[in-house]
């Protein structure tokens, strides 16, 4: 979630320019730029064309370009394709490497689009965080599916395709994700027996909101809500329903969605400087800040909630997974969510490689430390969409902390291998349960200053807040 919101700040300038109609001349490139594509979007059939068999008769040969903002793992899968096809190479370009500066979010964005739009950009392009379907709806990319349903050595049931399922657009799949995450919720056990109140299943907004005033109420305690909470926590959740690209319709001026803006607003603190801004995490055995401190605990779904869930906390119940207050389960794919660009020479070529880089990949078969991490670290420890990747990834981290956490005492009883199996069988289970893309964070940028003059500046009220939103949600999806 700090990842999410640190990178949100800075999205605000590229949106307003890439979507807001300003006329600046990159604007006005963009929007020749997309008068030309969709164009020739019209004048071809596209569905059924982007793939080709992939014969295997010959071996895999040519060159790919792969372009990504900061996923530095693309470079190590690459190489090992390349080992496993002597006649292919592939250049990776990463705009932000670490310990090196290189170029901003803002510039990255704006670049790539107008590469796109214009037939020179890389082969294969990292999505993640952008708008893939406005993409995909004026013709930039190809349909994955296309792909996958000529690729008789891919088998879809190897996959969580409830993923591919949320991510479609106007029934296609124009970006692959590698992995995945999405919010899991501690919940404190003293004050909710305190208060002689149960755990939920899951929590949205308004579940957490009114347990947090009942807890309130009932122990008369003093206590924050969660770590690092803000008023536009929850956005990410309850924005994609108010909108819907392909119909080009957005609802932000709805009672409904004035009525979250309001509450969030009123019963969650303003923070008022980053000394505020507490992370803490349950871990390593240590839930000592939940005893009176806290009421909730957030993580990105990782393995170290498998562990979690092996260690009988005095402190914390067992994670729920977080919803929108419909009741749909939401994931994000911040990093490594990749598409083919339309105007790639070598479609199967490329096709083969975002393949490879989400096939099974064995676990290593000891628990040294460099072993665990590099398998672990390619997933960066959140949720592979190959489901055996998942239970490698989750299982091995998991029996690799177990077995250095030598100073916790407070294991659950009972043979490890079984809770371990059954605490990942959980886990898989709200995998499962995804069915909703959180906002893009290119969209969620085009709409924070609103949000920071509603929530940080008192400078809007809801109803304002909620009319400039629709506004600008209307210019986006039909421009």
Same mark, same amino acid.
């Given at each position: 979630?700090?990842?999410?919101?640190?990178?949100?700040?800075?999205?605000?300038?590229?949106?307003?320019?890439?979507?807001?109609?300003?006329?600046?001349?990159?604007?006005?490139?963009?929007?020749?730029?997309?008068?030309?594509? $969709?164009?020739?979007?019209?004048?071809?059939?596209?569905?059924?064309?982007?793939?080709?068999?992939?014969?295997?008769?010959?071996?895999?040969?040519?060159?790919?370009?792969?372009?990504?903002?900061?996923?530095?793992?693309?470079?190590?899968?690459?190489?090992?394709?390349?080992?496993?096809?002597?006649?292919?190479?592939?250049?990776? %370009?990463?705009?932000?490497? %670490?310990?090196?500066?290189?170029?901003?979010?803002?510039?990255?964005?704006?670049?790539?689009?107008?590469?796109?739009?214009?037939?020179?950009? $890389?082969?294969?392009?990292?999505?993640?965080?952008?708008?893939?379907?406005?993409?995909?709806?004026?013709?930039?990319?190809?349909?994955?599916?296309?792909?996958?349903?000529?690729?008789?050595?891919?088998?879809?049931?190897?996959?969580?395709?409830?993923?591919? #399922?949320?991510?479609?657009?106007?029934?296609?799949?124009?970006? =692959?994700?590698?992995?995945?995450?999405?919010?899991?919720?501690?919940?404190?056990?003293?004050? =909710?027996?305190?208060?002689?109140?149960?755990?939920?299943?899951?929590?949205?907004?308004?579940?957490? =909101?009114?347990?947090?005033?009942?807890?309130?109420?009932?122990?008369?305690?003093?206590?924050?809500?969660?770590?690092?909470?803000? %008023?536009?926590?929850?956005?990410? *959740?309850?924005?994609?329903?108010?909108?819907?690209?392909?119909?080009?319709?957005?609802?932000?001026?709805?009672?409904?969605?004035?009525?979250?803006? &309001?509450?969030?607003?009123?019963?969650?603190? &303003?923070?008022?400087?980053?000394?505020?801004?507490?992370?803490?995490?349950?871990?390593?055995?240590?839930?000592?800040?939940?005893?009176?401190?806290?009421?909730?605990?957030?993580?990105?779904?990782?393995?170290?909630?498998?562990?979690?869930?092996?260690?009988?906390?005095?402190?914390?119940?067992?994670?729920?997974?977080?919803?929108?207050?419909?009741?749909?389960?939401?994931? %994000?794919?911040?990093?490594?969510?990749?598409?083919?660009?339309?105007?790639?020479?070598? #479609?199967?070529?490329?096709?083969?490689?975002? &393949?490879?880089?989400?096939?099974?990949?064995?676990?290593?078969?000891?628990?040294?430390?460099?072993?665990?991490?590099?398998?672990?670290?390619?997933?960066?420890?959140?949720?592979?969409?190959?489901?055996?990747?998942? *239970?490698?990834?989750?299982?091995?981290?998991?029996?690799?902390?177990?077995?250095?956490?030598?100073?916790?005492?407070?294991?659950?009883?009972?043979?490890?291998?079984?809770?371990?199996?059954?605490?990942?069988?959980?886990?898989?289970?709200?995998?499962?349960?995804?069915?909703?893309?959180?906002?893009?964070?290119?969209?969620?940028?085009?709409?924070?200053?609103? =949000?920071?003059?509603?929530?940080?500046?008192?400078?809007?009220?809801?109803?304002?807040?909620?009319?400039?939103?629709?506004? #600008?949600?209307?210019?986006?999806?039909?421009?």
């Amino acid at each position: 979630m700090k990842r999410f919101l640190c990178l949100c700040q800075a999205f605000c300038i590229v949106a307003l320019c890439l979507l807001t109609g300003c006329q600046s001349n990159d604007t006005k490139l963009y929007d020749q730029l997309t008068n030309q594509a $969709a164009s020739e979007q019209t004048s071809e059939q596209i569905s059924g064309q982007d793939a080709a068999p992939s014969p295997q008769e010959k071996p895999l040969s040519g060159t790919l370009r792969v372009s990504t903002y900061y996923d530095e793992e693309i470079s190590a899968r690459a190489q090992e394709f390349e080992q496993l096809h002597p006649e292919v190479q592939i250049e990776v %370009s990463i705009a932000q490497q %670490s310990g090196s500066v290189g170029e901003n979010w803002e510039d990255y964005l704006q670049r790539t689009s107008v590469e796109m739009m214009s037939g020179q950009s $890389a082969d294969i392009v990292d999505l993640a965080q952008m708008s893939v379907s406005r993409y995909a709806k004026i013709g930039l990319l190809c349909n994955l599916y296309d792909f996958m349903e000529m690729d008789s050595d891919f088998h879809s049931e190897d996959y969580y395709t409830n993923i591919f #399922k949320s991510k479609e657009y106007d029934g296609g799949l124009y970006s =692959l994700p590698f992995y995945f995450l999405y919010d899991m919720t501690y919940l404190s056990r003293p004050l =909710l027996e305190e208060a002689g109140l149960d755990a939920p299943d899951a929590l949205d907004y308004e579940k957490m =909101l009114d347990l947090y005033r009942q807890v309130s109420d009932k122990t008369e305690k003093d206590f924050s809500i969660m770590p690092g909470i803000i %008023s536009e926590w929850f956005f990410k *959740y309850e924005f994609p329903a108010y909108y819907d690209i392909e119909t080009g319709t957005a609802n932000f001026d709805s009672p409904e969605f004035i009525s979250y803006l &309001k509450r969030t607003k009123e019963e969650i603190p &303003k923070l008022e400087n980053m000394v505020d801004w507490d992370m803490t995490r349950v871990a390593g055995g240590m839930d000592d800040f939940m005893q009176e401190d806290y009421l909730f605990c957030n993580y990105d779904v990782t393995s170290i909630d498998t562990y979690n869930m092996l260690i009988d906390y005095p402190n914390i119940l067992p994670p729920v997974p977080m919803r929108s207050h419909d009741g749909q389960f939401g994931f %994000s794919t911040l990093q490594a969510d990749y598409g083919i660009v339309r105007s790639c020479e070598n #479609k199967e070529l490329a096709w083969e490689f975002l &393949k490879y880089c989400i096939s099974e990949k064995q676990p290593p078969e000891s628990l040294e430390h460099e072993a665990v991490m590099d398998y672990t670290g390619q997933f960066h420890a959140w949720v592979p969409i190959n489901i055996q990747n998942f *239970y490698h990834s989750f299982t091995l981290e998991c029996n690799y902390y177990r077995s250095i956490m030598t100073d916790v005492t407070n294991w659950k009883q009972g043979n490890p291998q079984q809770l371990t199996e059954q605490a990942v069988e959980q886990i898989h289970a709200w995998n499962l349960q995804r069915n909703f893309a959180c906002s893009e964070t290119e969209i969620f940028g085009l709409l924070q200053e609103e =949000l920071n003059n509603y929530y940080q500046y008192d400078l809007a009220t809801a109803e304002e807040t909620a009319k400039s939103i629709q506004t #600008k949600m209307n210019i986006f999806l039909n421009e």
